[in-house]
């Protein structure tokens, strides 16, 4: 010790502390919101895009940060990117935009760019959400991850064109991404029970659908676990089947969503009839997709324990949540 000199003391040691959570959700619409309202209840800072100013001021009620983000406006897709400051800021990012018919991912349309904004961020978690039309027609055999892919409809082709994109956007060993192929996608507001409720015919698409023997599905709750778990595990790239145990026809998901409202709200049905034509033409749109879409990946991998296996339960728990008349759905819709 020098005298007349205070001996130097030591730093107080700095506490480690773990990056905040911060999910961006690229189209924070129904399956997006979804997650996203779950996300913030949990403590986490979630950004997102909506494609109008409307939507944008619902979403930051709800507490996220929104830009709007229109990704069918291709000059200003650009400009909007480096506008959105909190993507670099984003550890997680969901991707739930479809792609457009004619162009593809408006936003692998610009991987330079974007592969710059999140190569210099915070990024250590990525999927996208895609569908299973990707497998095409599967003659009603059952499909695994590992099913060669057969696209056969444009959007499909367009899908799997997507998940690639993706798949390989950022070469980061420490980044785990994932693809889901989503089943139909259902839940309250948009479910067989509101089709019905609502009073409205089916679109002359919706009734061919009623011809395939096997459909896929899944509940938004059971995809929301799906992205829980997925957080939860470290991998380069991996595809999951998203889906329910129960490929069950169309007709039948209708069937009984009518027979639960029915012995519940015996009045609220209003039968219509539209024969009117559509102007569709029946070879371009019938597209031949059967397959049944195995999960077993996603359970054994994930983990993920469905709270609706089937469409049974998925249906009955929406129509449980209509339990005074204010809360039914509104036909004028």
């Not at 924070?28 to 939507?55: D, H």
């Not at 457009?100 to 692998?108: N, Q």
Request: proline share 5%; aromatic share 8%.
């Amino acid at each position: 010790m020098i005298p007349g000199i205070a001996p130097k003391t030591a730093a107080a040691p700095v506490a480690w502390a773990p990056q905040p959570r911060h999910m961006f959700v690229f189209g924070a619409g129904f399956v997006g919101r979804y997650v996203s309202e779950r996300l913030l209840a949990q403590g986490w800072q979630v950004s997102g895009t909506c494609t109008s100013v409307t939507k944008k001021r619902e979403l930051e009620m709800l507490g996220m940060n929104a830009f709007v983000f229109d990704a069918t406006e291709s000059r200003y897709v650009t400009s909007s990117l480096e506008n959105i400051h909190s993507l670099r800021q984003a550890t997680h990012l969901l991707i739930s935009i479809p792609p457009i018919p004619g162009i593809g991912d408006p936003l692998l349309n610009l991987d330079e760019d974007l592969r710059r904004i999140l190569s210099h961020g915070n990024l250590e978690w990525l999927c996208y959400l895609s569908s299973t039309s990707v497998y095409g027609d599967c003659g009603g055999v059952l499909v695994d991850e590992d099913h060669t892919v057969n696209p056969k409809s444009e959007s499909a082709k367009l899908r799997y064109n997507a998940e690639k994109g993706w798949l390989n956007l950022i070469d980061d060993p420490n980044l785990s991404a994932f693809i889901f192929r989503l089943g139909g996608i259902y839940g309250p507001g948009r479910s067989a029970l509101d089709t019905l409720t609502k009073g409205k015919s089916l679109s002359q698409r919706q009734k061919l659908r009623e011809s395939k023997q096997y459909t896929a599905r899944i509940h938004v709750v059971d995809i929301y676990q799906a992205v829980l778990a997925s957080m939860s595990i470290r991998c380069a790239r991996k595809i999951f089947n998203v889906v329910d145990n129960d490929p069950a026809p169309r007709a039948e998901v209708f069937a009984f969503a009518r027979s639960l409202i029915q012995r519940r709200y015996p009045d609220l049905i209003t039968e219509t009839i539209d024969d009117k034509s559509t102007g569709l033409d029946y070879q371009e749109i019938i597209v031949r997709a059967e397959k049944q879409v195995s999960n077993a990946r996603m359970k054994q991998e994930l983990g993920v324990n469905l709270l609706h296996p089937t469409y049974r339960s998925g249906l009955q728990s929406i129509l449980d949540a209509w339990q005074i008349q204010s809360q039914l759905p509104n036909r004028s819709q």
